[in-house]
């Protein structure tokens, strides 16, 4: 299957910084990229829709102004956290697919986990 | 809205045959995914269901009803590394995929 490359795999950052995770389509051109918030025994949750070239769709509820999310190539998207804190704290995971027809499933990438202290 | 339900957790004993059953309401319908999640790790794909009927790959198969929204996921001849959280997925008409939240299984020697 394809491959969907995140890093870092696990950051701790101090409360009031930024982190930028990556997430990278070794194999194939990733079209659409999305992240995902994933709180322990949770399910995952949408935060947005990154399509290359153009502006994220965030999901309601999620701030863009905090989540900064760039996807300037078909191969990788960055989600930036702004001035991140304690309750940011959270797994976040990327998929990438290269088309929204057929049965073209996401690839996720390993994704990241997040500590604020 | 749109809804998926699977049951939370499920227990089973190693080298039997669990099922576990995804139902869903969504808005369209363009396919229905399972992953499988082992803690603390990303989810992997295991089978995409478009038509009805079941799908084999291996150990597991994956069956869908579109009628009655409704698909299952068989684990055979269970494994302790089976012990994971699978997820349902479907995507709607807009092509976004609609999340469950999982089901626990639970792998007993």
């Known amino acids: 299957g394809a491959v969907v490359s995140q890093h870092p795999s696990w950051v701790i950052c101090k409360s009031g910084t930024s982190v930028k995770i990556e997430c990278r389509s070794l194999?194939?051109?990733?079209?659409?990229m999305f992240w995902y918030r994933q709180f322990p025994k949770q399910s995952l949750m949408l935060m947005a829709t990154?399509?290359?070239?153009?502006?994220?769709?965030?999901e309601q509820g999620v701030e863009k102004d905090k989540f900064l999310i760039n996807h300037a190539s078909l191969t990788l998207s960055t989600l930036t956290v702004t001035s991140a804190h304690p309750e940011d704290s959270s797994f976040y995971i990327c998929?990438?697919?290269?088309?929204?027809?057929?049965?073209?499933?996401?690839?996720f990438g390993q994704g990241t986990r997040l500590t604020v202290v | 809205g749109q809804n998926i339900d699977q049951p939370t957790e499920m227990t089973a004993t190693e080298g039997a045959i669990v099922q576990i059953n995804c139902t869903y309401q969504?808005?369209?319908?363009?396919?229905l995914f399972w992953y499988q999640q082992h803690a603390g790790e990303a989810p992997t794909f295991l089978s995409y269901?478009?038509l009805d009927g079941l799908e084999e790959k291996g150990r597991f198969s994956s069956f869908l009803s579109r009628s009655k929204g409704y698909s299952y996921l068989l684990l055979k001849e269970l494994q302790m590394k089976d012990s994971a959280s699978y997820l349902c997925?479907?995507?709607?008409?807009?092509?976004?995929?609609?999340w469950g939240a999982g089901t626990k299984l639970i792998i007993k020697p």
């Open positions: 998929s990438a697919s290269w088309g929204i027809a057929g049965n073209t499933e996401a690839f």
């Open positions: 194999d194939f051109q990733a079209t659409t």
């Open positions: 990154s399509n290359e070239g153009s502006k994220a769709t965030y």
């Open positions: 969504t808005s369209g319908f363009n396919g």
């Open positions: 269901n478009v």
């Open positions: 997925a479907v995507r709607d008409s807009n092509y976004q995929l609609i």
